[in-house]
């Protein structure tokens, strides 16, 4: 299989290098702050080491995106499980205790097992990937992620024939998280699936930092699903579980309105949520009377991702 | 007295005006987040919602403590609602959607809460256009009729402020609430002063209750009549 990666880069788009040094600067410089016992916010008091600042880009990187600014997409966030408000949410999400953190994979697999997080980091090679992030609710950012394919992992434990799909679950954690301990809205802890050839694709990867750092907690510390073609939901946080299975599993969203989130959840500006348009998105970051970005089909990855769902209809399968 | 109400009167008018000015001050220090776009439109249409709540509110005020010369608060108020709803969609079309109109209209045609929020918009601006006292007069009973649609303006308003969220209810819930009772606070007026009109008016079943009674006691007093004649023909045989 031949998978084109990128597309060629217009000059205009790339991000001026020494804007790009500058901001690490800044980021030491706050990270310098905090330690002299200085202003610490809470956003920022999370984004402890370890720095990865020159990774090697992943081929499957889309370089020709401008980088949304770090202070955007750490403080834009959907965590359900801690608030429906996402400033709010911002700030309960640094009660989150990640340390330690094992990660169960079992069902159709060799080598079913917990792992601690850290062997899991030392047997993969770390990478950065530039994606587009597409929320279900109409807006977009680009965000360097930091993090390796999901496939690799999955390799390493041998999934049998028997696995059609994967399962992720999130964490339970109640004493910290406000809207499971009040069972609020939706069922928790968050379940989210993956097709397994949708589980095994290049582009599909864990995250365990964004912009060089470690993943601050309310981005989905310390380790989160991306799948840039599908909307942002399905990409979920904080993973304790990772299930091989034979049969579609529901997951959290699918089970709570049906008719409003389907399985798949591919972006398609094609297929309107039943309430709103898809067919454009407020890209994060752009100024006032900037229009919105028209939406692309796979929010384009399509040259990637398109022949995964060759002769379904997409209007159905949602 | 009369300079003390117009004092009161610009106050309320200058103070309604803070949401708007407050809004200005976080655009231009930059206090409106990570989406300042959305945080902008949001909050014009929230200012929007309460003025309509604070419209609502007056006639029933005005019943319970039977204050007078409330109506001149309640028309500004009615103005302060459009006038928020009119910057709630002038930020949708200008700061939003920087007049794409190929976008826009894909935009209105697939989102279904937009519908209710140009269903809404759409009334107000009927109820504003109509709103100062000369055509109050030339309307007559009509204006009235017109300017019952408020109610469904704030339905509609609910249904678009809720049906944009992903499923997070306690908000426009409460703005549900607050409608609700504002709307039975009317009915129940309505049904009170309905059946004192039924017992000053004496409807059809009434008419007939008192012709029943007229014609019982007629045929009583014919009863006694006889009885009487009877008793009197028995005396003089004996």
Known sequence: MIIKTTKDIPASEITDPSIFSKRRQIIK???????????????????????????????VSNDSLTVTPAEITKNHTNYYEFSFNKKEATSLAQNLVTDP?????????????????????????????????????AWSMVVP????????????????????????????????????????MLEWPYVEGLRIDEAMHPLTILAVGMYGE??????GAPLRLVVPWKYGFKSIKAIVKIELIKRAPISTWNKFAPNDYGFYSN?????????????????????????????????????????LYSGMDLRHFF | MTFRFNNLYSLTLAVCLIPLLWLLIDTAFDNLGPN??????IRLGDWSLRFLWLTLAITPLQTVTSWRG????????????????????????????ALVWSVIGIDIIESQYIWFGVLAYIIILSLALTSPKWAKKRMGKNWKKLHRYIYLAAGAAI????????????????????????????????????????????????????AEKQVMSEIIREQQRENAERLDKSQALT
Not at chain 1, 115 to 128: C, F, K, S, V
Not at chain 2, 163 to 173: M, Y
Not at chain 2, 177 to 204: A, E, H, S, Y
């Open chain 1, 214 to 219: 470690s993943l601050p907690k309310q981005n």
């Open chain 1, 29 to 59: 410089a706050t990270l310098g702050t905090i330690l002299t016992g200085g202003f610490v916010s809470s956003t920022l008091a999370n984004s402890t080491l370890p720095l990865w600042g020159n990774l090697p880009k992943s081929p």
């Open chain 2, 70 to 97: 409330m109506t001149e608060y309640r028309q500004m108020l009615g103005m302060y609602a459009f006038f928020y709803a009119t910057l709630h969609v002038l930020a949708y079309l200008l700061m939003d959607h």
């Open chain 1, 145 to 184: 992620w930091v993090g390796f394919p999901l496939a690799s992992l999955l390799k390493m434990v041998k999934p049998l024939s028997t696995a059609h799909f994967v399962k992720f679950t999130a964490v339970y954690q109640p004493q910290t998280m406000p809207k499971q301990l009040a069972n609020a």
């Open chain 2, 36 to 41: 300042p776009i959305q945080a902008l439109h």
């Open chain 2, 159 to 210: 249904i678009h402020y809720y049906w944009q969220l992903k499923g997070n209810l306690a908000e426009p819930l409460f703005y549900l609430l607050i409608v609700c009772l504002l709307l039975g606070f009317r009915v129940l007026v309505w049904v009170k002063n309905r059946r004192l009109t039924r017992l000053m008016i004496p409807t059809g079943k009434m008419v007939l209750v008192l």
């Open chain 1, 101 to 137: 953190w094992s990660v169960e994979i079992s069902g159709e697999v060799e080598k079913p097992g917990s792992y601690h997080l850290e062997d899991i980091l030392g047997q993969q090679t770390l990478q950065e990937y530039v994606y587009r992030l597409r929320c279900v609710e």
């Open chain 1, 267 to 307: 972006v398609n500006p094609a297929v309107a949520h039943p309430r709103w348009s898809q067919n454009s998105e407020r890209q994060l970051g752009s100024s006032f009377f900037t229009p919105r970005r028209q939406t692309e089909l796979f929010n384009g990855y399509g040259s990637q991702v398109a022949s």
